[in-house]
């Protein structure tokens, strides 16, 4: 079965730093996602991407944040300068179409020190 | 999108029937009903959705109430891996303009596994 890979699987950054996060959907897939928990918290939403633009966007998804799909097969989550608060498990999610949605990745442990 | 409410944990025996309430009492007639789990230490994963009939797959069911304002997802037989946590999320297909697919995680419900 098919499934959404995520790269690396454990990344520590000093505060400040940039990091990248990468993804690798699913090959017929349009939509993609990225998702963050915190430990010992819900699940967040923090941008989707279609159509080589974002559509949407939450609060946490600041300045600091950027997305893209630089060659077509790779979705990347780039932050700027890392801060204490954006260690978390960050998700990434694909689906072909808007209701079919689900496909998440295995995650992406980021410690910010 | 609607807010669902679910207990914040249950407990099943091994091999016994798990019945996983929801109740999504301000519900629209254009939400989905959508069913994720997510076992420890991995990313959120599909179980099922619907829309106003019950659902079966491989996975579980979903019996979804006449009014549509409750659902249950229906583990037939509960095995250890299937101790999770596990979401309820309404998505009203029809705001395109709004949010595009993203999905709203509340703290779910939260099932133990006993052998």
């Known amino acids: 079965e098919p499934e959404v890979t995520q790269t690396p699987s454990h990344q520590v950054t000093q505060m400040g730093q940039e990091v990248i996060l990468r993804c690798v959907p699913i090959s017929n897939h349009l939509y993609f996602y990225w998702y963050r928990q915190i430990l010992g918290q819900k699940v967040e939403f923090l941008v989707s991407f279609y159509n080589n633009e974002i559509s949407e966007k939450s609060e946490i998804f600041d300045d600091q944040f950027s997305v893209e799909r630089p060659d077509g097969s790779n979705f990347t989550l780039k932050i700027r300068s890392t801060k204490l608060e954006d260690s978390a498990m960050y998700f990434c999610a694909t689906g072909r179409s808007l209701l079919s949605l689900g496909y998440f990745g295995p995650g992406t442990r980021l410690t910010v020190t | 999108d609607a807010k669902t409410t679910q207990p914040n944990s249950m407990e099943s025996n091994e091999e016994e029937p798990v019945h996983l309430p929801c109740n999504h009492s301000?519900?629209?007639?254009?939400?989905?009903i959508h069913w994720y789990r997510q076992l420890p230490s991995q990313g959120p994963e599909y179980v099922i959705h619907?829309?106003?009939s019950n659902v079966n797959n491989r996975m579980a069911s979903l019996a979804i109430a006449e009014d549509r304002k409750s659902s249950t997802l229906i583990l037939h037989r509960a095995t250890l891996r299937d101790a999770a946590v596990y979401y309820c999320?309404?998505?009203?297909?029809?705001?395109?303009?709004?949010?595009?697919?993203?999905?709203?995680f509340g703290k779910g419900t939260k099932l133990s596994v006993k052998p």
């Open positions: 301000t519900i629209s007639g254009t939400d989905y």
């Open positions: 619907g829309l106003t």
């Open positions: 999320i309404l998505r009203d297909a029809m705001n395109y303009g709004g949010s595009q697919g993203n999905l709203i």
